[in-house]
């Protein structure tokens, strides 16, 4: 079992950055592939990001690419969402994913792979 609760939520411009945390409780947390999605009312829940249990692969939607960064410390069973360059269309309530299979690129885009979620956190980018 694996409880997540993502924080550093807000309200900021157009071009400025953000950091989301995902602090997760449970002592496997570090065999979990780790993801982050986003949505927007009346729109699917979109893949963002996501991490392999080491950190040592990493994958992003072509949204965010170059912009986004996630990353994690198993020690403080945390996962980081760094955000920069913000655009309006990146508004979205974001949440945090724990899924207890390896990464695979093929599916880890998916929401139903992942096994638990946080609650999210509202984040959003004026122009």
């Known amino acids: 079992q694996v409880q997540l609760v993502e924080s550093g939520g807000g309200l900021v411009q157009a071009g400025d950055s953000l950091r989301l945390s995902c602090a997760a409780s449970?002592?496997?947390?570090?065999?979990?592939?780790m993801g982050w999605f986003r949505q927007t009312p009346g729109k699917e829940r979109e893949f963002v990001a996501a991490?392999?249990?080491?950190?040592?692969?990493?994958y992003y939607a072509d949204s965010v690419k170059g912009r986004f960064t996630i990353s994690r410390d198993n020690a403080k069973n945390m996962v980081l969402l760094q955000m920069n360059s913000l655009k309006p269309e990146d508004t979205a309530v974001y949440y945090c994913?724990?899924?207890?299979?390896?990464?695979?690129?093929?599916?880890?885009?998916?929401?139903?792979?992942?096994?638990?979620w946080g609650q999210g956190t509202q984040v959003t980018v004026s122009s």
């Open positions: 449970g002592r496997t947390f570090s065999t979990y592939t």
């Open positions: 991490i392999s249990w080491s950190g040592g692969i990493t």
């Open positions: 994913a724990a899924d207890h299979r390896p990464l695979r690129v093929v599916d880890t885009t998916r929401v139903y792979e992942y096994d638990y």
